[in-house]
Nanobody, 120 residues
Framework: QVQLVESGGGLVQAGGSLGLSCAASGRTFSGYVMGWFRQAPGKEREFVAHITWNGGSTSSADSVKGRFIISRDKAKNTVYLQMNSLKPEDTAVYYC?????????????WGQGTQVTVSS
């Protein structure tokens, strides 16, 4: 049974940094793409960034480019999201997700989410 468990959320002032972790378990993730998404109150869930498990190729939303860094540690089965220069509009619940294959559109597995609040 696949489990994705996020941690590291919290309250931070604008301009600060926060690091999120996603511990993945229940299968080998070779061939998978690991993503971070977020959902702010009253808004739809949106893509933040993803990374391929095997090669470590990354992609991120324009709104976080240059500020957020996604990475993974294959030995620890963990995906990270380092968030720098945080803005109040980054406030959201952040979710970790996994899908098989870069061209697959649907993420099959989701974590429970972790709250990130950025105060102005």
């Amino acid at each position: 049974q696949v489990q994705l468990v996020e941690s590291g959320g919290g309250l931070v002032q604008a301009g600060g940094s926060l690091g999120l972790s996603c511990a993945a378990s229940g299968r080998t993730f070779s061939g998978y793409v690991m993503g971070w998404f977020r959902q702010a109150p009253g808004k739809e869930r949106e893509f933040v960034a993803h990374i391929t498990w095997n090669g470590g190729s990354t992609s991120s939303a324009d709104s976080v480019k240059g500020r957020f860094i996604i990475s993974r540690d294959k030995a620890k089965n963990t995906v990270y999201l380092q968030m720098n220069s945080l803005k109040p509009e980054d406030t959201a619940v952040y979710y970790c997700a996994a899908k098989f294959g870069i061209h697959t559109t649907t993420y099959d597995y989701w974590g429970q989410g972790t709250q990130v609040t950025v105060s102005s």
